[in-house]
């Protein structure tokens, strides 16, 4: 059941956290942290997924763990990476697999900016927000997580027929946050080259979250609109 007194946008929602200074502090962390080393994204681009896909209009949410470590890769989208900036492996597989979803786009070249599918429903959200450059997995435990477990479990109070999907081991312990009486979930092995052959390839999540979508009368996500170079 809904949870009434849940903000039903995420302007509501920040402002909740304000009022409760968590948020606060812990980008008072990452401030202080910013002193020393570079930390990525910028400032200005960590909730960049808040702002491009409003709360009731998450149709997808495709959760990944903390952004891209390298000088001008990650801008606040799970997975995503600025046009011209070179494709991630991870994203090189998810690509790969978007592809053999639909055949007929096989040849496309597409860049790295996902910001056309967060524009039509699909929330891109890391587990945790920011990283040292260089350190994968360096902000885990600061904070972003228990953050990040409320907006997941807000969208699953709030929104209804989200279709999750869940990749690696890291994605999937999110589940139990979500009503699967609501919800969709669908799970398969992370896009890294070290387990996409697990169960990423030959997932077709893409075709199979259209089909879910269609199913409730939603539009489905055109996962190639505005992708090509």
């Known amino acids: 059941m809904t949870n009434l007194r849940s903000p039903t946008s995420w302007r509501n929602f920040f402002v909740k956290k304000k009022k409760q200074k968590n948020l606060m502090q812990l980008l008072k962390k990452v401030k202080f942290i910013r002193k020393n080393i570079n930390v990525y994204p910028e400032q200005k681009m960590i909730f960049n997924a808040f702002l491009l896909t409003p709360l009731l209009g998450v149709k997808v949410v495709i959760l990944g763990q903390d952004p891209y470590c390298r000088f001008g890769q ?51 959200l890391n587990s945790i927000l920011t990283v040292s450059e260089g350190l994968p997995g ?83 996500i055109n996962w190639f609109k505005n992708m090509k170079y």
């Not at 900036?85 to 991870?90: A, D, F, T, V, Y």
């Not at 690509?95 to 860049?111: A, D, G, P, V």
């Not at 209804?160 to 009486?181: A, M, P």
């Open 74 to 124: 990650a801008h606040g989208l799970s997975f995503s990476v600025l046009r011209g900036i070179r494709l991630p492996p991870s994203l090189k597989n998810i690509f790969q697999e978007l592809k053999n979803n639909f055949s007929i786009f096989n040849t496309q070249k597409m860049h790295g900016c996902l910001e056309s599918w967060a524009e039509q429903g699909v929330f891109l």
């Open 138 to 220: 360096s902000h885990r435990g600061i904070g972003w997580e228990i953050f990040t477990d409320e907006v997941i479990q807000l969208i699953s109070d709030v929104c209804s027929g989200v279709v999750f999907l869940l990749w690696g081991s890291f994605s999937r312990s999110k589940q139990y946050l979500i009503d699967q009486k609501k919800h969709f979930i669908l799970q398969a092995s992370h896009p890294s080259p070290r387990s996409c052959y697990r169960s990423f390839f030959g997932c077709r999540h893409f075709l199979k979250t259209n089909i879910l979508l269609k199913r409730q009368n939603k539009s489905p």
